[in-house]
């Protein structure tokens, strides 16, 4: 599949691009990952996975690499993005190609480093960015559905039926509310239906207790701490999290790996993390759980004791499996 992207979004000085230099600085090559153009504000960062680690010294591979997730450093917003205000429509733009968002608000205090708004308020700043998500998707809902309108009055079955989707997407974006994942309008690609996950930057230590804010936040949320890199295997893992996403392995002398799938994927669709031929020309899986493999101590003992098992087509692969397709 391709690249998995992660926008960093927040507002001027909240330590976006500490947070995105310091991720990077764990990048992996990009050659191995083959859908990929890389630009300075894309890093390609490895999911910590223990698995990963044990499989590989299970089968004394010569090459190890990780499952990745994409993330983009994108410009900071100001208080009315959404009407065209600082670099308002190019950084909504760039929202809109992401997979899910990283929502990074200052929970530190530093005299040096003025904050947008001249005061430390992360709850304020959550608001403030998700507002201008909503208005910016209210714009896109309104727009489409006057759109519609000359289709709904002849009476078109399929021009009714978005109308109502819209209309519903309108009344939660008008009660300032962010539509969520859930929320099922695929062909808008509204900034309010992405994932997000909250990140509260408490660099230096020096930050107030977080405590009084943490029942407050809409959504997951990690702490990190980018100067001393702090909390950065969980940013990771939750923004893969977020996104449903799972992995499978692939192990053996040459090269043990880690593939993403989203959830529920069928084993021809998940095979096609691999090469798109798999969806197609898929014939069956050889499957087993990566620590039964490990418990079996090799391949041939697993099969002996029937561990390992053959799924067809519609089989669903689930997280951790270890997986060789057969085409």
């Known amino acids: 599949m391709a690249n998995i992207t992660v926008g960093i979004v927040g507002l001027p000085n ?3 691009s500490t947070l995105f230099n310091a991720l990077t600085k764990k990048s992996v090559p990009a050659e191995n990952y083959p859908f990929c153009t890389i630009d300075p504000s894309v890093g390609i960062v490895p999911v910590p996975d223990e698995r990963l680690e044990r499989l590989n010294e299970f089968s004394k591979s010569a090459k190890k690499i990780s499952a990745v997730i994409e993330f983009t450093d994108i410009a900071g917003l100001v208080k009315g993005a959404s009407e065209g205000e600082g670099l308002g429509n190019k950084f909504l733009s760039h929202i809109r190609e992401v997979d899910a968002i990283v929502e990074m608000v200052r929970v530190f205090e530093d005299k040096d480093i003025i904050h947008v708004h001249n005061k430390i308020d992360p709850l304020g700043d959550i608001e403030t960015i998700n507002l201008e998500l909503i ?13 519609l309108v000359k289709d709904v009055r002849a009476g078109k ?3 009714i039926s978005e109308d109502e989707e819209l209309k519903e997407a309108q009344k939660i974006l008008e009660a300032g509310k962010l539509l969520g994942p859930t929320f099922k ?14 990140v509260l930057n408490t660099s230096e230590a020096a930050s ?3 405590t009084e804010i943490k029942d407050k936040i809409p959504g997951p949320y990690v702490v990190v701490d980018p100067i001393f890199e702090k909390g950065f295997d969980e940013l990771i893992r939750k923004s893969y999290e977020i996104l449903d ?5 692939t192990t053996g002398e040459d090269e043990t790996r880690g593939w993403t799938t989203p959830r529920g994927s069928t084993a021809p669709i998940a095979g096609t993390a691999i090469h798109t031929d798999f969806k197609d020309k ?9 620590d039964k493999l490990l418990e079996s101590g090799s391949y041939a ?13 519609e089989y669903i692969v689930k997280d951790g499996e270890v997986i060789e397709f057969k085409i």
């Open 282 to 290: 898929f014939i069956r899986a050889e499957v087993i759980e990566w």
């Open 185 to 198: 309008l695929s062909n808008l690609r509204l900034l309010t239906q992405k994932p997000i996950l909250y």
């Open 157 to 159: 079955k399929e021009a």
């Open 245 to 249: 996403l799972i992995t499978f392995f």
């Open 135 to 147: 208005l910016a998707d209210m714009q896109t809902v309104i727009k489409r559905r006057e759109g």
């Open 301 to 313: 003992n697993a099969r002996e004791k029937g561990l390992l098992r053959i799924e067809g087509k």
């Open 14 to 16: 909240v330590g976006k």
């Open 208 to 210: 107030r207790n977080i």
